[in-house]
Structure formats: C-alpha cells, structure tokens
Nanobody, 115 residues
C-alpha cells in the first residue's frame, strides 16, 4: 500500500504561480506512471500531466507551456509547478500513481485562482 499526500494548494491571483507537492510513503522509482489530475465543481476529473519512470512528461493542451511535472526520487516526491495561472485552473488537484496493477490517489489539494 502506498499513501500519497498532496500539499501546496491555495489562493493565487491570475498570472501567479504555485508548486504542488505529492509525498509518497514508498520509493517512487518503481512507479510506472505518476500523474496530476484535477476536478473543478460540476466537471469530471481530468488528467493534467503525467510522467513515466525514466520517460517523458505529457501535458493536457490546456496547461502546456505553463505547468511542469517533475519527480525527486530521493525525496519520494512528485511536483507540479504551475505558472501563469488562470481562473480556469481553479480545481481540486489530485496526485495519482500506478504501480503495476495497483492504483493510488491522494486526498487532493484545492487551487483557487481569483482576483
């Protein structure tokens, strides 16, 4: 079993930045995929960014050029750097990891972009 704990959400003005963190309770070297999802009120949960173990990152079109997903295996942590934030980025952001056939979710962290 792996626990994922997100942090770093908050209220930010349009154009601002936030960095989300997702701390895993076990080493993330063995994770095949680690992802960030988000869910806005009334919307389905959507994939924001994903990163493979030793592979490239992929991004939703809505965040390309503004968000960067990365990992720090030494800290067992996944990050999402979010720049030039827009009100449409307002959502609960969830960390997600896949290890073989096992799937894990964090509890979510709220990001609100508003003036």
């Amino acid at each position: 079993q792996v626990q994922l704990v997100e942090s770093g959400g908050g209220l930010v003005q349009p154009g601002g930045s936030l960095r989300l963190s997702c701390a895993a309770s076990k080493t993330i070297d063995s994770m095949f995929f680690m992802d960030w999802y988000r869910q806005a009120p009334g919307n389905h949960r959507e994939l924001v960014a994903s990163i493979r173990s030793r592979g490239p990152a992929n991004y939703a079109d809505a965040v390309k050029g503004r968000f960067i997903i990365s990992t720090d295996p030494a800290k067992n942590t996944l990050y999402l750097q979010m720049d030039n934030l827009k009100p449409t980025d307002t959502a609960v952001y969830y960390c997600h990891a896949t290890q073989g056939t096992n799937v894990y979710w964090g509890q979510g962290t709220q990001v609100t972009v508003s003036s």
